[in-house]
């Protein structure tokens, strides 16, 4: 994994000397600004450069454009030496990854995430895959990337509301694992937001090093990866309630937290100086912290189609204290209270 400014100028040190060709997956968006550059610098290998373009938005990840990445991949007779680079954010690399792990039953592939919440999160750990209309990416693999390219400077360009979604995966980190990392985010949420270069390297850096420890203990989710995804439960119930788009996915996550701060009050203790500090720093990033009433019955059947559901019954990520987490059930009557106390209608 390389963090800095100016690697998408060096992407091809990441090209192993035996790739045949290479095809870069992008969208409009993204490819507008950086394909050319990226596909320059992967030209220095003298091998054969593609670049397939999907459309963009996370309402387009699904099979009908995964199958774009095969079309072109088919056309232009990519053999089993091809490597894919995944340029973009969260759905480009979760899509091209996936190709990669179908692809002749395998082939290789880079990421160069352009997105802060990709460049902590979706880019590092290996999980790929597509949405299905029942839930969000249940149909998928585990499939690790040869390496991970990480330019800082691609931030420029973000929105502010995307860096804000990436800050939600940013300050999961400290919430799970590292309390004093949390308490960093606290004091540098202007810093952040305003992608002041010593704070957002550093914020990169050691997200991806925690979320590099867990998966390094349990790269399939069969124990510890699960707490990575403290507020993904209420998250991904927000953003298939809403319909994929409408709401960004580190948005949805972020307001996820507050809700699984609350769950985590009434069932493991967590004290309400913490979950007012997680209310408080969610709003301080950027994101939403009043998620919308999609009705009590229907949040519950949005969350059963979640991973983390065993046998039926829902589990959730939860906080006894800032810098530990379990994965355990909830009672239902207390979670349909929170889920109460916590939304407001959709108008």
């Known amino acids: 994994m390389h963090i800095g400014p100016g690697r998408l100028d060096h992407l091809h040190d990441s090209v192993p000397a ?3 060709a290479i095809a870069v997956v992008t969208n409009p968006t993204v490819g507008a600004l950086y394909a050319e550059r990226a596909m320059a610098a992967l030209r220095k290998t003298g091998k054969t450069v593609i670049c397939i373009e999907l459309p963009d938005g996370e309402s387009y990840k699904d099979w009908q454009t995964l199958n774009l990445i095969f079309d072109g991949l088919l056309q232009n007779r990519f053999d089993r030496k091809g490597l894919l680079v995944a340029l973009g954010g969260g759905v480009i690399g979760d899509m ?3 190709a990669a792990a179908s692809y002749m039953r395998g082939v290789r592939f880079l990421q160069v995430p352009t997105t802060l919440l990709s460049q902590v999160d979706s880019s590092v750990g290996g999980k790929t895959g597509i949405n299905h209309p ?3 990416n249940m149909v998928g693999a585990f499939y690790q990337p040869i390496a991970v390219e990480i330019d800082t400077d691609v931030l420029k360009t973000l929105p502010a509301r995307e860096v804000s979604a990436g ?3 940013v300050v999961k980190y400290g919430l799970i694992i590292d309390a004093g990392f949390f308490d960093w985010c606290e004091q540098h949420v202007d810093d952040l937001r305003a992608l002041e270069p010593q704070a957002i390297r550093h914020a990169i850096k050691r997200s991806c090093e925690l979320k590099a420890h867990v998966v390094g203990k349990d790269e399939r989710e069969s124990g510890l990866r699960a707490i990575l995804n403290f507020g993904h ?3 991904h119930a ?3 309630g809403m319909g994929y788009g409408d709401w960004l996915h580190g948005e949805a996550v972020g307001c996820g937290m507050f809700q699984a701060a609350e769950l985590s009050a009434h069932t493991v203790g967590l004290d309400s100086d913490s979950v007012t500090r997680v209310k408080h720093v969610v709003h301080a990033i950027g994101c939403p912290v009043v ?3 999609l009705g009590t ?9 979640d991973k983390k559901t065993e046998g039926g019954h829902l589990r959730f990520v939860l906080l006894p204290k800032i810098g530990q987490a379990i994965v355990q059930g909830a009672p239902l009557n207390v979670l349909r209270d929170v889920l109460h106390k916590t939304s407001v209608p959709v108008m």
């Open 18 to 20: 035996d790739v045949t």
């Open 291 to 293: 998620p919308p009433n």
């Open 134 to 136: 029942l839930g969000k």
């Open 297 to 305: 019955e229907r949040w519950i059947e949005l969350m059963q189609v």
């Open 96 to 98: 091209t990854g996936f």
């Open 233 to 235: 439960t209420f998250g």
């Open 167 to 169: 800050l939600a995966e």
């Open 238 to 240: 927000i953003e298939a």
